[in-house]
């Protein structure tokens, strides 16, 4: 009995894998009622700050070029600026290569930071573990950082995406469900620390969110996108430099790809390719992230990376009434781009709950005539909103009545999702609730590539049956 139950199963994700089969348009009854949505206290346990003099706090890496053969080494020291070099090595204990960064520090209204310092260390080798250690003497600490393997269509890779994290208890479990999930890096759909929600926007805040996540991004790559609430603009205070506190504390690999600024940016990691966009910085026709965003597509290599993954704050597709088409503009500049280029996925963030659209556009749509209403279109990315890391500002539970058509499952809940590329065919997709402090698998889909799903190209693979034999291998690991 228990064989048979286990070839139906099987043959039940083979169903899926073919048809991409989900639950059509569902809107979940589930409510989320356990924890309060209140910052935890600073004098708790996962912000404490780590023991010796002037000892390195806050750190954190993000991918440090395009290709994923270097990595940005992030810390704040609070006392004084100490050194900025890293230590580093393929053998615990044997940090006998070194790179040397800088720091600087900011002042914001009243809060003054403390030293934060950037440090690129490049030239690694990939699909390999490296140890670094930063700080002196006693005070010194040491993490470790696995390189991602080498660009390839058929690499596999998992990435986690998490968007509007915070530092609430919803915040803390929504972390800890990630670091069980064995994902290697996460996409970061913005709203990081949610300090502009304090008075005087209280730099105490990023300090204490930075330790606070440190237990997953000293150890692996989190790529970040920034949202509203990094935009600070204070000129009641005399702050008028926007994402002031941002820019300063996270650096990204901007230069790399050729943007003109750390706002907008992309990585090539294993098999995907990602591009990064800014809702709060101008893309109309003309300024400079349209002109390199359209310079970036032209580019993309699919034989290479075939995965095209877009991340941005505020959703183009959205049904809740919470932000309710604040994408709208950026949706009728760049949607075109997105149907033309095959675009996979394009994930974001801002809303507080959890929604996946089905593959529509509304290329079509203008002020005069052309359809009024999204379509579907195999050509067209999912969009998919993951804006329900756990934030002080609770969750946005107000969905539009009756469901629109384009929207193929959304819930209210905190979470976060999982992407596992396969191969440079499928990727196996899962979004996980916090149900109750446990995690639960809620909605999951198994994505075909836009790139590799004509016939034409599947023809022209090698190994034509690479697909199913890791498939296969995935899900007899899931029934083990």
């Known amino acids: 009995m228990e064989s048979i139950l286990r070839h139906i199963f099987i043959f039940s994700l083979f169903l899926q894998f073919f048809f991409e089969y989900t639950i059509s348009g569902r809107t979940s009854s589930f409510v989320r009622t356990e ?30 070029d395009y290709d994923g053969k270097a990595v940005i080494i992030s810390w704040v020291t609070p006392d004084e600026p100490g050194t900025s070099e890293v230590f580093y090595g393929t053998e615990k204990n044997e940090n006998n290569l070194k790179a040397k960064g800088d720091y600087r520090n900011y002042t914001f209204f009243d809060y003054k930071s403390g030293f934060i310092h950037h440090c690129l260390v490049e030239g690694l080798q990939y699909n390999t573990k490296y140890y670094y250690k930063i700080g002196n003497d006693d005070s010194a600490r040491e993490f470790w950082f696995q390189t991602p393997p080498a660009l390839d269509p058929d690499a596999p890779y998992k990435f986690g995406i998490i968007g509007d994290l915070g530092q609430t208890y919803n915040s803390l479990s929504t972390l800890q469900h990630y670091m069980q999930s064995s994902a290697q890096s996460v996409l970061f759909v913005g709203d990081l620390s949610y300090a502009d929600r304090y008075a005087h926007n209280d730099g105490i805040r990023w300090d204490s969110w930075a330790r606070f996540v440190e237990v997953s991004c000293a150890y692996q790559p989190w790529i970040w996108t920034a949202g509203n609430h990094e935009i600070e603009y204070r000129p009641d205070l005399g702050e008028v430099d926007t994402m002031k506190p941002f820019l300063h504390r996270y650096v990204t690999p901007h230069r790399a790809s050729n943007s003109s600024s750390p706002l907008w940016y992309s990585i090539r990691r294993a098999s995907a390719h990602v591009i990064v966009l800014s809702s709060y910085s101008p893309f109309v026709k003309y300024t400079p992230q349209w002109k390199w965003l359209e310079q970036e597509l032209k580019q993309v290599d699919r034989e290479k990376t075939p995965w095209l993954i877009i991340l941005m704050h505020a959703p183009i597709y959205n049904s809740n009434e919470a932000h309710y088409m604040e994408g709208e503009s950026m949706r009728a500049v760049f949607e075109p781009w997105f149907v033309k280029y095959k675009v996979d996925l394009v994930f974001a963030g801002h809303v507080h709950a959890y929604e996946r659209s089905y593959r529509i556009s509304n290329i079509n749509y203008n002020i005069t005539s052309g359809n009024r209403y999204p379509v579907p279109d195999k050509w067209a990315p999912v969009y998919i909103t993951v804006g329900d890391g756990g934030n002080q500002e609770g969750l946005a539970s107000k969905f539009y009545d009756p469901q629109p058509d384009y929207s193929a499952f959304r819930e209210a809940s905190y979470g976060h999702s999982t992407l596992e590329i396969k191969n440079r065919t499928h990727a196996l997709y899962q979004w996980n609730r916090n149900d109750e402090g446990k995690n639960v698998p809620t909605d999951f889909v198994v994505f075909h590539n836009q790139y590799w799903a004509s016939n034409t190209r599947r023809r022209r693979l090698k190994k034509n049956r690479f697909w199913r034999e890791s498939l296969i291998a995935s899900f007899e690991e899931i029934l083990v």
Not at 40 to 49: G, Y
């Open 35 to 64: 924890f309060p949505s209140d910052d935890i206290p600073l004098d708790n346990e996962v912000f404490s700050v780590p023991k010796g003099y002037n000892a390195p706090q806050q750190v954190h890496i993000t991918q440090g």
